[in-house]
């Protein structure tokens, strides 16, 4: 997500918390970039756990599973 869409996401939440308010244009517009905004980190989250793994005393690499995975194989 780009640096202009932060910051029109801090914009529209600062001119919420004015007596004006939001329209209804504004508020759509502000729950869009902010679904947006989360599915980038989440998204990056995602992907840099997929590259983790867990190293035992041995020196073994493991990759990192998601909860209740190694109970379904």
């Known amino acids: ?27 759509s517009e502000r729950a869009a970039l902010r679904r947006e905004y989360v599915d980038a980190v989440v998204g990056n989250l995602k992907a840099q756990l997929d590259n ?9 690499k493991t990759k990192l599973k998601m909860r209740g995975e190694e109970k379904r194989q």
């Open 1 to 27: 997500m780009d640096q202009k869409k932060i910051d029109r996401i801090n914009e529209l939440s600062r001119k919420a918390r004015t007596p004006e308010g939001l329209t209804e244009e504004e508020q």
């Open 52 to 60: 983790t793994y867990i190293v035992d005393e041995q020196g073994n």
